[in-house]
């Protein structure tokens, strides 16, 4: 057959990057950027040429393998394995009340279309309140903050990037991981052109990380000290500048005063020892963001994963709304998708402390409990104990913290599915492995990501190779769990309950059966925009829907109509900034992560192309503390937390806060039956065998993944 060129998807990170993809005998020959897709712009980044290397890998299951006697693994028919994991989850429910099966839910599910059509009325026909997440790893506090500032958890106003005059970033490297909570792919050019409009980009990190190397402006803070710096920006914004009231008419504000209590005393002078930020350079950041006409503060992981992730998120949005620049072009804007899963009501709202974890006594959100906590639930004994485990598209021995203490509690289980591709840290631990399709063998059009976007754009990427014969994409075998876990169920139930349960609706039932782009079709031809699916698929590179627009008064879903800037489940948590945040400790290390271009979390390092060259899991620490730990480069050395400890080698740069050492998460592929292996990553150290699950933001239980208090030793 002749090569093919046509038009495709990469989903590996938030930046939905448009593709051009040859095939060749359903083969993948070539990967490019597709220069039409008016969002990507022709960006791509190494992963997505990666993306063959996953389609040929032999690694990679086709088809479902069962765990033999031996610890090796056999296949099995789709057929037996359906029948069987619905058994054993319905048994274990019958037998242990239905929290006892408990759930994870990676990181990939999120860019996967068949898991938001048909992954969640599975979650649904679980009804366990056991249900985990990345989400407690990573954004849960931009959530909960949305979801109490603006009405609604994905209501979340979006850096306007290509219009901005002034951007201030804190915790964030989106040179490498091309936005987050914010799709921007390209993001060096966007950056490039604000410049060149001569705006300024500002970094707040305790590395000088990518983003800061073509920063205008980059600063040093301690990690997990910005509540600190946010607060006295707010303060220098509102009690010293004073809040520009013609600014702020065409907002709905509600709590402006709660919002003027807060930052009170939080003066740039109380900040400068805890962030070690000299004061005058606080007064000299706010006052350049307050000068400038469009300006847009955002914070990621740094000021996500930290001891108080939802105090940073707040602030983050109450400095944007008090300077007027929230709704505004040029600061941040809600986006307006074709399918906008707020408006629509296609995600719920969330909820907070509806219930609360058996074990530790820690909040829901949004129906999950904090993953932190996920092995204690499946170690601690008692009604409500997790026997069954279910881990989808994650690999949570490796991403969450204490994953040494989650490896183990895995063997503590009756019964553990995985619907997953690889042999991975964690699925090594399961009975059964269920393997979707892999992105190129599956449609796409992104519900997630267009709603967290920079530009307004809509795209339908059908498949560009067959799949092989034997596999199924992840919405098919959500659908036959489902169905098969209603079988199991029923059988097991007298005629009585039969009767008395509720028959499935006609439209659940045909839901479940339509497939992903039909769905997709419908909601399109419902909703209120004017795309078709013929409109999309004759536009392959997607439509351009335009910039993003002010709207908010519109948009708002809040009951209250207005935007709550003083919530005071965070404003009450501000005492315990002033208590905890004292001064730095003499001697202390602190532990922050770091993100890699040819990277993706715990994954694709099975790609030789990605995982060639020199190696990126070392220890960095500054030349000072090196010296201090008696440790020269290249040295091998024992990283240690409260919680557990790892061996790392330590490597020298000068572009690292004195007093912190960054540690890359994702890797430790050296735990035995892990297929997915690369020579050279073999010995790579797991950095959430050190982070801490104790350790949390107190407001949002989200884990602290940066700041985690270390030492460093010689081994
Ligand atoms: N210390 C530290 N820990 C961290 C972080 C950090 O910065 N520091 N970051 C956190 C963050 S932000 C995140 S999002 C998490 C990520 O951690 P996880 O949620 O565990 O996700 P991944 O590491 O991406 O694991 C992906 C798994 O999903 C599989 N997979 C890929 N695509 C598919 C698919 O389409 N279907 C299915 N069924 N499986 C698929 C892959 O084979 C792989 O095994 O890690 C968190 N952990
Ligand atoms: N190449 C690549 N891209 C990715 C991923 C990947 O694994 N590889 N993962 C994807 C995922 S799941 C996510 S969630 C996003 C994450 O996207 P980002 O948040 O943009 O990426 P990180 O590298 O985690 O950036 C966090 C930054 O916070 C800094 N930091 C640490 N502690 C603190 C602190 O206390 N204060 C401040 N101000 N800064 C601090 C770190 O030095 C780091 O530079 O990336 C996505 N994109
Ligand atoms: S930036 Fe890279 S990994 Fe992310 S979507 Fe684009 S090509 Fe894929
Ligand atoms: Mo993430």
Excluded at 342 to 356: I, P
Excluded at 524 to 551: A, H, Q, V, W
Excluded at 617 to 623: A, E
Aim: glycine residues 8%; proline residues 6%.
């Amino acid at each position: 057959m002749l090569p093919l060129t046509t038009h495709g998807v990469c989903n590996l990170c938030e930046a939905i990057c448009g593709l051009q993809v040859t095939v060749e005998d359903n083969r993948v020959t070539d990967i490019r950027g597709d220069r039409d897709d008016p969002l990507s712009r022709g960006h791509i980044c190494p992963k997505a040429t990666a993306l063959t290397d996953l389609h040929a890998d032999p690694d990679r299951l086709r088809t479902p393998v069962r765990k033999t006697a031996d610890g090796g693994w056999e296949p099995i028919s789709w057929k037996d394995a359906t029948t069987l994991v619905a058994e054993r989850i319905s048994a274990t429910q019958r037998d242990h009340g239905r929290d006892a099966v408990g759930l994870y839910l990676g990181n990939p599910s999120v860019h996967s279309l068949g898991f938001a059509t048909h992954g969640l009325s599975f979650l649904g026909a679980l009804g366990s309140k056991n249900m985990f997440s990345a989400t407690s790893a990573d954004q849960l506090p931009i959530q909960l903050v949305a979801h109490l500032m603006y009405g609604h958890q994905l209501q979340i106003p979006i850096p306007d990037l290509d219009n901005t005059d002034h951007f201030l970033v804190f915790g964030a490297n989106p040179v490498v991981s091309n936005g987050s909570m914010m799709t921007a792919p390209d993001f060096r050019n966007r950056m490039r052109d604000l410049r060149r409009r001569g705006g300024r980009l500002v970094v707040i990190d305790p590395r000088r990380t990518e983003t800061a190397a073509i920063a205008d402006e980059h600063h040093f803070v301690r990690p997990g000290t910005d509540a600190a710096l946010l607060l006295a920006i707010l303060h220098v914004l509102v009690h010293e500048r004073g809040v520009d009231n013609a600014r702020i008419e065409h907002l709905p504000l509600s709590g402006m005063d709660g919002v003027r209590d807060a930052c009170a005393t939080t003066t740039p002078e109380w900040a400068g020892p805890i962030t070690g930020i000299d004061p005058g350079e606080i007064r000299r950041i706010a006052g350049d963001f307050a000068e400038a006409d469009r300006a847009v503060a955002y914070g990621r992981m740094g000021v996500s994963t930290q001891q108080f992730g939802t105090v940073c998120q707040w602030a983050i949005q109450a400095i944007n709304a008090v300077t007027g620049n929230l709704d505004r072009v040029g600061g941040s804007l809600l986006t307006d998708p074709e399918i906008d899963l707020v408006a629509r009501k296609l995600s719920g709202r969330g909820h907070f402390d509806k219930w609360r974890s058996r074990v530790r006594d820690l909040p829901e959100f949004g129906g999950e409990l904090p993953v932190a906590t996920l092995a204690d639930e499946i170690l601690t004994p008692g009604t409500g104990q997790i026997k069954t485990l279910i881990t989808l598209a994650g690999n949570p021995v490796s991403s969450t913290p204490g994953g040494s203490r989650l490896d183990h509690a895995l063997e503590n289980l009756d019964f553990m599915v995985s619907l997953d591709f690889y042999i991975n840290e964690t699925t090594r631990h399961a009975d059964i492995i269920l393997p979707p399709t892999m992105i190129l063998e599956r449609d796409h059009y992104d519900l997630v990501f267009h709603q967290l976007a920079v530009r307004n754009t809509a795209r339908f990427s059908p498949a560009v190779v067959k799949k092989s014969a034997g596999a199924k994409h992840d919405w098919e075998i959500f659908r036959d769990l489902t169905l098969a876990l209603g079988r199991a169920r029923t059988t097991k139930r007298s005629l009585r309950e039969r009767l008395r349960a509720a028959p499935a609706s006609a439209t659940s039932s045909a839901r479940i059966h339509a497939t992903p782009k039909m769905l997709i079709a419908l909601l399109l031809r419902t909703g209120p925009g004017d795309l078709t699916m013929r409109d999309l698929l004759r536009s392959p590179s997607g439509r351009d829907l335009g910039p993003l627009r002010p709207g908010l008064r519109r948009k708002l879903v809040a009951k209250s109509k207005t935007v709550n800037v003083a919530p005071s489940l965070i404003v009450d948590d501000l005492e315990r900034v002033h208590s905890d945040l004292v001064g730095t400790h003499d001697g202390e290390l602190l532990l922050i992560g770091r993100r890699h271009l040819r990277s993706n979390n715990s994954w694709m390092h099975n790609s030789e192309r990605l995982s060639k060259g020199q190696e990126r899991h070392h220890l960095l620490m500054h030349p000072k503390d090196l010296a201090h730990s008696g440790l020269c480069a290249g040295d091998k050395a024992v990283l240690r937390s409260r919680a557990g400890s790892t061996t790392v080698t330590v490597a020298e740069t000068e572009d690292i806060m004195p007093g912190v050492v960054s540690l890359p998460h994702g890797f430790g592929q050296n735990r035995s039956g892990v297929q997915l292996a690369v020579a050279g990553l073999i010995d790579a150290p797991s950095a959430n065998d050190v982070t801490d699950p104790q350790l949390l933001d107190a407001v949002s239980g989200n884990a602290v993944l940066n700041g985690v208090p270390v030492t460093v030793s010689a081994v």
